[in-house]
């Protein structure tokens, strides 16, 4: 499972290069772009701590919640992600889908 700390700095740095992309959404360059790149790196690296965690936790036979828990962390990084790719920079999506995430 991933640890508390790094789970939280993959959160933050999903959540910031997101409203840097966001925030520079009126600049033509590809500043904005590298943020959405980063921030989508980001939800792909959470994601995939989500998945091992679920599936140690199935593994081992884990309390039901616990293992839904990592489900639904695992189902919004790839929600934030598709919505992500298909963002017109209106708002600031990961970062408003990522505050949901479990820890």
Known sequence: MGEPSKIGMKISAAKKNCLMCFSYKGFQGERSERNREDALYAMQALYTVFEQEQNTLRRK???????????RNKRICL????ACE????DMD???RMASSIER
């Open 61 to 71: 036979d884990a309390a039901l919640p616990e293992i839904r828990k990592a489900e």
């Open 93 to 95: 999506r990961i970062n």
């Open 86 to 89: 298909l963002c017109k920079k």
């Open 79 to 82: 929600d934030a992600k598709e």
